[in-house]
């Protein structure tokens, strides 16, 4: 009668997520046994009945993982292929049962709710566009990617003081503002690259920074003078418009620097020859070695001058820009006047005939 009672409480259990039209998803193993990947989780703000993860309770990394839409627009949205929005406290602790690491990458999330007891987020390659924090809570994250979304303002992360690595590459940044990075004195890694950033005040930065990436922004100056970034040892310039660099300011402010990518700005010759020469007397680094091909003397473009083994973009020409706009202005010019005359002919064509 026991054995009875027991399979059909055990039945009943079973039962509960059919009865309710819970979904269940599988956590499969990863690559550690304190990790699990789920497939294609189905979850939005305010869902009833929630979905559930079976995963083994020595499990604390979980990475969720959405199928790719090779060519994808606003219709696959539309269409609710995006099966997963968001991810806010609820689906954090009652869903995936308060993971310390967490995984989101290419599922097209909208909207961040960062939970409190999170150490490691990496949210890569989203549509991130809102992340949202509470001033009067704190928080553990230690780890947090947000890399190729689209995020324009940093104001919600300035309350995350327990950061030391924040990816911030490849989103919609203009500017930086001050308070953004006030209270993070434990961030020691710090990637800005492929923004629009058009000004930075390195003033506001955190002195606590090691790497910083400015890769691919336009800017066309960076003030040394002031600061102080005592165990930086990289920072990558690579890719914006500076015409020149004062490198006695720059190793006074970051005196253990040994990594300054600065290839691919539009430096005059002369000048970036002198630049060249001052940081190799420091023993500082000016090119990404691994971009360079070891059997080829020169990888530059043809738009481009190579120094050492660094390329840099040949700049424009004073004037440059006026001869061209002015010789698209005559080519026009031309053809009107062109269109012009064939027009009067054919008319005074059919007047005389």
């Given at each position: 009668?026991?054995?009875?009672?027991?399979?059909?409480?055990?039945?009943?259990?079973?039962?509960i997520p059919l009865a309710s039209g819970a979904h269940v998803y599988q956590c499969s193993p990863g690559?550690?046994?304190?990790?699990c990947i789920v497939n294609n989780l189905a979850y939005t703000s305010g869902q009833d009945p929630l979905p559930q993860v079976n995963r083994l309770d020595a499990v604390n990394r979980i990475q969720l993982r959405c199928s790719r839409y090779y060519y994808y627009t606003k219709w696959?949205?539309?269409?609710?292929?995006d099966v997963l929005q968001v991810y806010d406290e609820v689906l954090h602790s009652k869903v995936l049962r308060n993971p310390r690491s967490a995984t989101v990458i290419n599922c097209h999330l909208r909207t961040l709710v960062i939970p409190q007891d999170l150490e490691m987020g990496d949210f890569f390659n989203n549509n991130v566009h809102v992340v949202e924090t509470d001033p009067a809570q704190s928080y553990n994250v230690r780890y947090l990617d947000l890399s190729h979304n689209n995020l324009n303002d940093l104001g919600n992360l300035s309350v995350l003081v327990n950061l030391e690595t924040l990816k911030l590459e490849g989103n919609a940044f203009v500017e930086i503002k001050p308070e953004t990075f006030a209270r993070?004195?434990?961030l020691s890694v710090l990637n800005l690259?492929?923004?629009?950033?058009l000004k930075i005040d390195l003033k506001v930065l955190p002195k606590t920074l090691t790497t910083l990436s400015l890769i691919k922004n336009s800017l066309t100056e960076i003030d040394f003078t002031?600061?102080?970034?005592t165990m930086m040892s990289e920072l990558d310039v690579e890719r914006n418009v500076l015409t020149g660099l004062d490198v006695a300011s720059l190793m006074r402010a970051c005196p253990a620097l040994h990594m300054l990518p600065i290839e691919y700005n539009p430096i005059p010759k002369n000048?970036?020859?002198?630049?060249v020469k001052e940081l190799a007397k420091n023993n500082v680094t000016y090119y990404n070695e691994g971009d360079k091909a070891s059997d080829s003397d020169s990888s530059c473009d043809s738009d481009e001058y190579q120094i050492e083994r660094a390329c840099f973009s040949i700049p424009e020409t004073k004037g440059s820009g006026?001869?061209?706009?002015?010789?698209v202005l005559i080519l026009i010019v031309v053809v009107l006047l062109g269109v012009f005359g064939l027009s009067a002919r054919r008319i005074w064509y059919e007047m005389r005939y």
């Open positions: 009668a026991y054995s009875v009672s027991a399979s059909f409480f055990l039945f009943c259990v079973l039962l690559t550690e046994p304190t990790m696959n949205s539309y269409a609710s292929k993070l004195s434990n690259g492929y923004n629009h950033i002031s600061v102080s970034f000048e970036a020859q002198r630049i006026s001869f061209l706009k002015a010789f």
